[in-house]
């Protein structure tokens, strides 16, 4: 069982495309102390993984933090012997993946710490790291504006009742032998209330945008990169309080497709996002 569950969490390894490497471990006092990072990052680097410096992120992973996995170093040794195991963190704080321990009794440092972490990575002995990124999540509860307007279904019988944009009255005059010689309709125009225009902007027109977690919702940055938008999270999943530099409304997604909708003047307007996550 615990072989198997050592395989499932290395499998996971394959959908991060990093691991950041930290230039000073906490718990050391100085960089590279006792050539702690250079150790960790050459063994991850050894092993088919895309190793980095956290001071040196590619421009993607500087973007998104979650492409990358953090190592840091569980450091559980005593006054007789030094341990250490490697652990990987995602970009929410998530243990994904934590290593064997390695042990030594060396009493020089530097010795003890080669030691260690090259038995702690013997628990990848064997694992063939191949990138793949993660897939779609489940489709989210979505909400739809359109039809917001209920309406009463009428059956055949009633078709020529339903509302018109005139009504008529119908009166007969009789003439004096009593006999009835023509109908008269009088007509009645009834108020139809003004419906607000909706505008749709399309996709041709869109911004590429990329999603960054924020502490209640997401940023969404272009490519320059500047921040388009702050998202807030709703009660409902999938729909957003969308705050512009410009404009305010709601980004949602419907049919796989995101939208932003907000209103200028009268005039509802339905612009397309293109929102990477």
Known sequence: MIIGLQAFSQAELNEYKYIIVPKKFDGFRSENQYQTSTLVKYYFTQRGFNAVYNDALPQDLNSDRCLGLKASLGDGSSMFATKVTIV???????????????????????????????????????????????????????????????????DDNAKEAMVPSKTGEVTNEVNETGAQTKNEVKEEVL???????????????????????????????????????????????????AEGKNK??????????????????????????????
């Open 88 to 154: 990987l963190e995602d970009c929410k704080g998530n243990e994904v993946y934590r290593t064997g321990e390695g042990m030594s009794k060396v009493k020089d440092y530097n010795a003890a710490y080669r030691e260690v972490i090259s038995e702690a990575f013997s628990s990848l002995t064997g694992f063939m790291y191949d990138y793949k990124p993660k897939g779609p999540k489940d489709a989210p509860i979505t909400v739809s504006f359109k039809d917001d307007v209920k309406h009463v279904v009428q």
């Open 191 to 241: 108020y139809v209330p003004e419906v607000s225009e909706e505008v749709s902007r399309a996709e041709d027109s869109a911004l590429a945008l990329y999603a960054q977690q924020t502490p209640t919702g997401y940023q969404l940055v272009d490519t320059t990169p500047s921040i388009q938008f702050y998202l807030k999270k709703t009660s409902v999943e999938g729909v957003y309080l």
């Open 248 to 277: 305010n409304g709601l980004v949602f997604l419907e049919d796989n497709q995101w939208f932003f909708e907000y209103y200028e003047g009268a005039k509802r307007i339905k612009e397309v996002l293109l929102v990477k996550f």
